[in-house]
């Protein structure tokens, strides 16, 4: 059973590496991927923990990246597989982003401070030490001072892009990002594809020259099997990876007990597909 997106507390996620590793084994997960949101620094943990409970571990980093579609600027996330964690390029951008996400969630605390009872105090209550900041962790902070009953709740309420207590982060051009990733030597997968894209459309309306001009920057492959992936668009997403000859993977994204709904290996990729990226893959050494 292959799960190649988990996030631990070293970014959004609620389990510490070493806990995500135990509670992969425990759901039957023979060879776990740890995504953190731009950052590489749960590594070293994971794969210590994945040593002793005997399961595989592939270092990987969930990469924010940014993307234009005609007028719209849209939000793209790219699973970096086994990239050199120190090489200048990708790790710059990462530790840039990662500033930038401080600023930005100190800038929505600021605007939420004027109508709710919150500081940026109570965010960093509830953040590990280094961890890469994003909303979950102000939602965790509004659930815990009781102004919203989950983090679920806190995203469909002040923390939604519509919210005037939103603010935007800095984040890497997306064909920029790609061609980092592969520079570094990992392999590429766009997270959950189109997650954001508009309900009720049909596939005719699908971006196929985005798709095909990140295709031609070097991506290496399309995580369709994934909850947020519309339904709609998988058997489009497929054809695409066919035509393209990339890789397809299934993951379940956990974040952790209570964080989102995602539960561990809910959704999987199979071995030729993994094998794919460990053919591929020359920046970092997995541990199998
Ligand atoms: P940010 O990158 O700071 O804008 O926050 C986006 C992150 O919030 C994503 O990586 C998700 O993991 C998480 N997220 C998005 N929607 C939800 C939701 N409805 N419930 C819980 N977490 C969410
Ligand atoms: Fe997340
Ligand atoms: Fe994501
Ligand atoms: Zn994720």
Do not use: C
């Given at each position: 059973?292959i799960?190649l997106?988990?996030?631990?507390?070293?970014s959004?996620?609620?389990?510490?590496?070493?806990?995500l590793v135990?509670?992969?084994?425990?759901?039957?997960v023979?060879?776990?991927a740890?995504?953190?949101?731009?950052t590489?620094d749960g590594w070293?943990?994971a794969?210590s923990?994945?040593?002793?409970?005997?399961?595989s571990l592939i270092?990987?980093?969930e990469?924010?990246?940014?993307?234009?579609i005609?007028?719209r600027?849209?939000?793209?996330?790219?699973?970096?597989?086994?990239?050199?964690?120190n090489h200048?390029g990708?790790?710059?951008?990462?530790?840039k982003?990662?500033?930038?996400r401080?600023l930005?969630?100190k800038?929505?605390?600021?605007?939420?401070?004027?109508?709710?009872?919150?500081s940026w105090?109570d965010?960093?209550q509830?953040?590990s030490?280094?961890?890469?900041?994003g909303?979950p962790?102000?939602a965790?902070a509004l659930v815990?001072?009781?102004i919203?009953?989950?983090?679920?709740a806190?995203?469909?309420?002040?923390l939604?892009?519509?919210?005037?207590?939103y603010v935007?982060?800095?984040s890497v051009?997306?064909?920029k990002?790609?061609?980092?990733?592969?520079?570094a030597g990992g392999v590429?997968?766009m997270a959950?594809?189109l997650i954001?894209?508009p309900?009720g459309?049909?596939?005719l309306?699908l971006p196929?020259?985005?798709f095909e001009q990140?295709?031609?920057?070097g991506l290496?492959?399309?995580?369709v099997n994934?909850?947020?992936?519309?339904?709609?668009?998988?058997?489009?997403?497929r054809?695409?990876?066919?035509k393209?000859?990339?890789?397809?993977?299934g993951?379940s994204?956990y974040?952790?007990?209570?964080a989102k709904d995602?539960?561990?290996a809910e959704?999987?990729?199979?071995?030729d597909?993994?094998?794919?990226?460990?053919d591929?893959?020359?920046?970092f050494?997995?541990?199998?």
């Amino acid at each position: 059973m292959i799960d190649l997106h988990a996030h631990s507390n070293r970014s959004d996620g609620k389990d510490s590496p070493s806990q995500l590793v135990r509670k992969a084994r425990a759901a039957g997960v023979t060879t776990l991927a740890i995504t953190d949101h731009d950052t590489t620094d749960g590594w070293e943990e994971a794969i210590s923990a994945a040593q002793s409970e005997r399961i595989s571990l592939i270092p990987g980093i969930e990469v924010s990246t940014r993307a234009k579609i005609g007028m719209r600027s849209i939000s793209v996330h790219v699973l970096a597989y086994l990239p050199d964690p120190n090489h200048p390029g990708l790790s710059g951008e990462l530790s840039k982003t990662r500033d930038s996400r401080i600023l930005r969630a100190k800038a929505m605390v600021a605007r939420l401070s004027a109508d709710y009872p919150i500081s940026w105090e109570d965010v960093e209550q509830q953040l590990s030490p280094g961890a890469t900041v994003g909303r979950p962790a102000l939602a965790d902070a509004l659930v815990a001072k009781r102004i919203v009953s989950t983090r679920s709740a806190a995203f469909e309420s002040i923390l939604n892009k519509s919210s005037p207590y939103y603010v935007s982060d800095y984040s890497v051009d997306t064909v920029k990002a790609i061609e980092l990733i592969r520079e570094a030597g990992g392999v590429s997968v766009m997270a959950h594809p189109l997650i954001d894209f508009p309900a009720g459309k049909s596939d005719l309306d699908l971006p196929t020259k985005h798709f095909e001009q990140l295709i031609a920057a070097g991506l290496d492959g399309l995580e369709v099997n994934h909850r947020s992936v519309p339904e709609f668009a998988k058997a489009w997403l497929r054809d695409l990876a066919l035509k393209h000859n990339l890789i397809v993977t299934g993951s379940s994204d956990y974040h952790g007990d209570g964080a989102k709904d995602n539960l561990l290996a809910e959704n999987t990729t199979e071995p030729d597909q993994l094998k794919r990226i460990l053919d591929q893959a020359s920046g970092f050494e997995p541990f199998l």
